[in-house]
């Protein structure tokens, strides 16, 4: 089994005889040995800027470095926390190989993204109300203020506007102030794989009687629960059920639950009222999109953080051209900045910023994935629930591929993303769709049409 830590401790050595002291400590010291994938050694860096920094200029020093180690590892590859999406198997494996005294290691690996603070999150007209409930259930999780019962906190808007980086907040918040209290953070994806195994386990061990009982302890022993996106749990009657008794069980003993949606709980569909009726019973607060000078204060933020650099004109730009998703916002920056340190301009002007986002079609102010998913939906005569859910039917594959492949064309979001549109599935299933559609544009001039009819649908 292979040391990640003992080479990087190896490998750093040899690096540190390399480059300037000062060097060292601003790059080298700041990178995390993480994972392994075909041989290349996974760095994890703190920030956009230093994986920049890194790849540029240190990476042939650092896989000169790898190769004195004489281990198995041939390359090296710097990633950020938004990337490490792409390689939890690998993650997951590299943390059970760990040798055991590394166990205090372990503990650093937090539950939540590090940047995802209160501090961090800019507050405006359009996200006070989920801010300031966020802090309060925060600093006092589970307790009723006044007549305001906080609980549940049931935050809801559109994607890309900050729901998650609320509930991190929150997480980061307790587990600063409050570390005896226990928080558990789910997406609702990864609640129904758990709920699935459940099942499973339970068919084979007890028959018949269907206790849950693994399941239910998980999340019955925390006092505050945090459940993502529940919109994903329409039309699982029997998960709704599951979460309806332990939702009973933590309220009725005083624990914090916070859920959030892309839409109010009244608009999930098939969703159980008694369940709906606890969702709604607690604080309802939205999140909106952002205005004009709420965008160019996390711009700004997001550079601070950082620590990047852009013309004034370019954050105007972008905060003009971005206006409804936050991820967006943010991505068209990092694109800049690549680009800009692609063609060597450290300090990218408006014409950079432009260039660098010629082929961004999502400049198209709006656009995003449920507008391609609508449009596809209402092209081929299929139900959006039917294109996100695991049916195979030919026709909803058909439609699924299409629309995958064109809000990977269209929008730049990250596959675990896109995956997670259509129901959690895996970021590998999501590159099989859009190159298959890729190929089936060229070959079969009906799928070519097919996909300019939907264009045309969405004013492309
Ligand atoms: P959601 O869960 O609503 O889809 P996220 O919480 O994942 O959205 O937010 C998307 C990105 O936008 C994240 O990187 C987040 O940090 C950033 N973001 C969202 N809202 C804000 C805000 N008000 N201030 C700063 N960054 C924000
Ligand atoms: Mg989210």
Redesign the pocket.
Known sequence: MIDINKIWKETLSYVSSEITAVAYMLWMDSLTPICVKDNTLILLAPSLHAKITVNKNYKDIIRKALDKTRSSLIDVDVIID?ETGLYASEIDAARRNAPQMEAPAQKKQPQFIA??TFD?????E??KLA?HASQSVAQNPGSAEGFLSFNPLF?Y????????????SIGNYITENHPELKVLYIPTEKLTNDYIEAISNNKEGEKGSFTFRSFREKYRNVDVLMI??VQFLQKKTGLQDVVFHIFNELYQNGKQIIL?S?RPPKEIGTLEDRLRSRFEGGLLAD?GA?NLE?RI??IR??MLLEKLAVNDDVVYYLAEQFDS???E??GALSKVILYANLINKPYPDINTAKEALKNNQQKKVGLDSSDIINAVCSYFHIGKSDIISKKKTKDIVEARMIAIFLITELLSLPLV?IGQLFGGRDHTTIIHSRDKILAAQKESKEVARQIKDIKGMLNL
């Open positions: 938004e940047r995802y961090n999150f800019v507050v405006g359009s996200n801010y935050i808007g559109d994607v890309g506007l900050g729901k998650t980086h609320l509930l991190h993502d996106d959030t892309d999140v952002p709420m204060a996390i933020k997001k998703n936050i991820r916002l943010e993303t």
